[in-house]
């Protein structure tokens, strides 16, 4: 559910014209109902009070700091990958102790600030990770906690590029090396090893991927208990999916009926890492029709928005649904919906039957809140576009369009 809705033929984000945000800002921009955004949070927050988790949002979806502001406001954790995101979560006054650092290519210089920083623990991904920790822990003095990713090598029903969970993917460790790096913790004097990592995939729309891998997981944290091996945290990971076409996702609610009873019976401090399950559906993406050219085999609607901008069409083959900001009761006719950028893979729709629109028509790209602005690049030279937030019948910039001079900062025409 969101809120993002047409009165009386015009289209709002929550008591806001989007046509009238456009007029003031320009187009293309992202907008986010700050209404989606944290009735979303509540709703897992509601749905796993049992276990009282600690809900870490996976910042790698939105990093907007009006957005993981709102979030932290509410008691979120933050997932973070990068030394830059968790810049970002201090800024907006994130809780250390609720910020866990996954990534399987962490730095040294990333290590010692998130060890200074004081986080909750490392998701470590490898046993070279691992070795770098502890030698950095030991030369600052410090003593960390560290979660083992283990892969779980279970299958995942999404695109090829989300699937985390199998182990011809990059990420995580196997059981057996897991298993083997438990038996010689007290090679790592400084690294308290108490952690089980887990996470399959993103846009995973059923339970039963998620039950299998973490029962599987449940399984080998009960054969380590049995050697002796003290486990105090169970990172479950995110990847719930969302309904961008003719999904049928799960709820929190449904999600937590069919884990929740397996968690328990753990005792373990469970973390959860939702990003695109909060954030996907709280933002649409606006684009204005510049051109509509028709070749005599096809007809394209050219917007001035591009993949520079939004590039999960392009990149994932993704569907977003596309509804024009007014109205439109015209007969549909089937096109492509495509940007300025000197790219075939330039596209946010292909055969697409929309109502026929003209010149200056504003599109509303939906389900653009995770992996959108994110992902931007600076491609052809094109400033990164503007981001909004609306909260009841008021709306604000909460990121500056960029100007030539952003993207001109830094460079050098040298002198030789």
Request: charged share 25%.
């Amino acid at each position: 559910m969101h809120d993002f809705e047409f009165k009386a033929g015009q289209f709002y984000c929550e008591g806001v014209k989007v046509s009238s945000i456009a007029e003031r800002v320009g187009t293309p921009f992202y907008l986010y109902s700050y209404k989606t955004l944290t009735d979303h949070f509540l709703k897992i927050q509601r749905a796993f009070a049992r276990l009282n988790p600690i809900i870490c949002f996976a910042m790698k979806s939105n990093g907007n700091l009006s957005v993981i502001k709102s979030l932290v406001d509410l008691g979120a954790g933050i997932d973070i990958v990068s030394v830059g995101e968790l810049k970002k979560a201090l800024l907006v006054g994130a809780d250390p102790k609720k910020i866990v650092f996954a990534s399987v290519g962490k730095t040294g210089e990333e290590i010692a600030f998130a060890i200074k920083t004081g986080i909750l623990l490392f998701n470590v991904e490898s046993e070279p990770e691992l070795a770098e920790i502890n030698r950095i822990a030991v030369k600052m003095g410090k003593k960390v906690q560290a979660a083992l990713r283990i892969n779980p090598d279970v299958p995942a029903p999404t695109h090829e590029y989300t699937n985390t969970g199998s182990l011809k993917k990059k990420f995580g460790i196997d059981l057996r090396t897991t298993r083997q790096i438990f038996k010689a913790w007290k090679k790592y004097s400084h690294v308290k090893i108490n952690g089980v990592h887990i996470h399959i995939g993103s846009q995973i729309t059923s339970g039963a991927p998620f039950v299998g891998a973490i029962k599987k997981v449940i399984a080998f944290i009960d054969e380590l208990r049995a050697e002796g091996i003290r486990i105090e945290y169970l990172d479950i990971g995110g990847g719930l999916g969302i309904i961008y076409k003719d999904e049928n996702p799960q709820t929190a609610q449904q999600y937590a009926d069919k884990i929740v009873p397996i968690l328990e019976k753990t005792g373990l401090k469970i973390i959860m890492e939702p990003g695109r399950f909060i954030v996907g559906n709280a933002g649409i993406f606006v684009t204005k029709v510049l051109y509509v050219k028709d070749n005599g085999l096809k007809k394209f609607v050219i917007v001035d928005g591009g993949m520079n901008d939004l590039i999960r069409p392009m990149l994932y083959d993704a569907y977003h649904e596309i509804v024009p900001v007014i109205q439109n009761k015209a007969a549909q006719q089937k096109c492509d919906v495509v940007g300025p950028i000197c790219e075939s893979g330039d596209f946010f729709a292909l055969d697409r039957l929309l109502p026929k629109v003209k010149k200056n028509d504003l599109l509303a790209v939906m389900s653009a809140g995770a992996y959108g602005y994110v992902m931007a690049s600076n491609y052809n030279v094109r400033p990164r576009v503007p981001e909004v937030m609306v909260k009841g019948n008021k709306f604000k910039i909460v990121k500056e369009r960029e100007t030539f001079q952003d993207l001109m900062r830094g460079e050098r025409i040298v002198r030789w």
